[in-house]
């Protein structure tokens, strides 16, 4: 039987659902996905995934669940299958009851893109639980980005496109940089102050903002003397002449055969070894080392 036939089956009462719970299957992610419609990705370790999905229009109502199998992920994935309908369970339910019968203790995922379903329908969906990840793709009026970090609980990254927030509530965006996660990604161009930077307490940090060389010293210099005691990668772009990036600064040149690897805490995405070849490495007050690389206008810094 495969695991469609055995979701299919789980559905059919709560003793169908400790039956197939009982066999401890395995899945690599399970995802809410807000786009055009509702989604909801069952990933599996061979390259495909089931996408049960319903309309948006219907989030809040009883309607027909369809389930699809695809290979590949995201932009390459390509569809196999249709496998079935069901109405035999409450959408709100779905999720709960896959994490339930899959083992999971609750969706690893939110990916929300569509600013007309309300954060707390979302919330709805995932029974008011905790996710891993929530990535808030750029949607319009901002006041729903904040009602969604408002709503939605997460607890290792964060991915965001534009500060959400004016510059009189600036605390309010100063909560969101400071939390413990695992990775921050802030995906904007907007100009953005180095002070955001060094606030933040996630253990990676990676931007498309760009920052100069003289903002990226001093940011260098209060690392090395306990600032950004949990960073162990920032990423961002650099502009301009970068010759004063290590002015001040006691450094060793890394060798460009090195085979060191920085191993990200990327859970949801393919690339997650990033190779340490070449760049200068500096030494904080505590002993603790870092390399730092420039590379086709792209800054890194990488704690090893």
Same mark, same amino acid.
């Given at each position: 039987?495969?695991?469609?036939?055995?979701?299919?089956?789980?559905?059919?009462?709560?003793?169908?659902?400790?039956?197939?719970?009982?066999?401890?299957?395995?899945?690599?992610?399970?995802?809410?996905?807000?786009?055009?419609?509702?989604?909801?990705?069952?990933?599996?370790?061979?390259?495909?995934?089931?996408?049960?999905?319903?309309?948006?229009?219907?989030?809040?109502?009883?309607?027909?669940?369809?389930?699809?199998?695809?290979? #590949?992920?995201?932009?390459?994935?390509?569809?196999?299958?249709?496998?079935?309908?069901?109405?035999?369970?409450?959408?709100?339910?779905?999720?709960?009851?896959?994490?339930?019968?899959?083992?999971?203790?609750?969706?690893?995922?939110?990916?929300?893109?569509?600013?007309?379903?309300?954060?707390?329908?979302?919330?709805?969906?995932?029974? #008011?639980?905790?996710?891993?990840?929530?990535?808030?793709?750029?949607?319009?009026?901002?006041?729903?980005?904040?009602?969604?970090?408002?709503?939605?609980?997460?607890?290792?990254?964060?991915?965001?496109?534009?500060?959400?927030?004016?510059?009189?509530?600036?605390?309010?965006?100063?909560?969101?940089?400071?939390?413990?996660?695992?990775?921050?990604?802030?995906?904007?161009?907007?100009?953005?102050?180095?002070?955001?930077?060094?606030?933040?307490?996630?253990?990676?940090?990676?931007?498309?903002?760009?920052?100069?060389?003289?903002?990226?010293?001093?940011?260098?210099?209060?690392?090395?003397?306990?600032?950004?005691?949990?960073?162990?990668?920032?990423?961002?772009?650099?502009?301009?002449?970068?010759?004063?990036?290590?002015?001040?600064?006691?450094?060793?040149?890394?060798?460009?055969?090195?085979?060191?690897?920085?191993?990200?805490?990327?859970?949801?995405?393919?690339?997650?070894?990033?190779?340490?070849?070449?760049?200068?490495?500096?030494?904080?007050?505590? #002993?603790?080392?870092?390399?730092?690389?420039?590379?086709?206008?792209?800054?890194?810094?990488?704690?090893?």
């Amino acid at each position: 039987m495969e695991i469609y036939d055995q979701i299919a089956y789980s559905i059919c009462s709560a003793k169908s659902g400790e039956k197939v719970r009982s066999l401890k299957l395995k899945v690599d992610l399970i995802s809410l996905i807000v786009l055009f419609d509702i989604r909801i990705e069952v990933r599996l370790f061979d390259n495909t995934s089931l996408l049960f999905s319903f309309p948006k229009l219907n989030v809040d109502s009883h309607s027909n669940i369809h389930l699809e199998r695809y290979e #590949g992920e995201d932009l390459e994935r390509r569809k196999l299958e249709d496998l079935w309908n069901t109405e035999a369970i409450d959408k709100n339910k779905l999720i709960s009851h896959l994490c339930k019968v899959l083992n999971r203790p609750c969706a690893d995922k939110i990916y929300y893109c569509d600013p007309t379903i309300p954060p707390k329908s979302i919330s709805t969906l995932v029974q #008011g639980q905790e996710v891993k990840i929530l990535s808030i793709m750029p949607v319009r009026p901002q006041h729903r980005i904040r009602a969604t970090l408002k709503t939605l609980r997460y607890s290792s990254v964060l991915r965001i496109f534009s500060v959400p927030f004016e510059k009189n509530e600036y605390t309010k965006w100063m909560s969101i940089l400071m939390q413990n996660l695992d990775i921050f990604s802030f995906l904007s161009d907007d100009p953005t102050p180095i002070d955001d930077v060094l606030i933040s307490n996630s253990q990676e940090f990676t931007t498309r903002c760009l920052f100069t060389s003289k903002q990226l010293n001093r940011f260098l210099k209060l690392w090395m003397v306990g600032s950004n005691r949990r960073f162990e990668y920032f990423s961002c772009k650099i502009t301009g002449d970068s010759d004063g990036l290590l002015k001040g600064i006691e450094f060793e040149r890394v060798p460009m055969d090195s085979t060191k690897v920085y191993k990200s805490k990327l859970v949801d995405l393919p690339i997650q070894e990033i190779p340490i070849k070449g760049g200068f490495q500096i030494t904080r007050n505590d #002993g603790t080392k870092a390399v730092v690389s420039i590379r086709t206008g792209k800054f890194d810094f990488v704690l090893f």
